[in-house]
């Protein structure tokens, strides 16, 4: 049974940073995995994604420079460390995880696994 688990959520001010942990279990092979968001009445969206099997990675606009995705495979850990953060980023943020190519990496619709995701509340 797959099961990935999101953790380092919380609450800071503008200009802040956070770190959030996903741990993943029983899905051994991964391709991609990412970071997506999803605030109040919004879609969610592709926040950074990474290929497993080496070091690629992509980021929305809104979070380059911001953000950084990474993972340690031997803990079978992904990663975002999210710095500066604004007001906009408030959101809950979810793990995913696809064994598929994919045409875009920050397209939800392409990932079969999923966290429960973590509140990342910004305040100005």
């Known amino acids: 049974q797959v099961q990935m688990v999101e953790s380092g959520g919380g609450s800071v001010q503008a200009g802040g940073s956070l770190r959030l942990s996903c741990t993943v279990s029983g899905y051994t092979y991964r391709r991609y995995m990412a970071w997506f968001r999803q605030a109040p009445e919004k879609e969610r969206e592709g926040v950074a994604a990474?290929?497993?099997?080496?070091?690629?990675?992509w980021y929305a606009d809104s979070v380059k420079g911001r953000f950084t995705i990474s993972q340690d495979n031997a803990k079978n850990t992904l990663y975002l460390q999210m710095n500066s953060l604004r007001p906009e980023d408030t959101a809950i943020y979810y793990c995913a995880a696809t064994s598929r190519s994919l045409l875009s990496v920050l397209w939800p619709n392409g990932y079969d696994y999923w966290g429960q995701g973590t509140q990342v509340t910004v305040s100005s």
């Open positions: 990474i290929y497993t099997g080496g070091s690629s990675t």
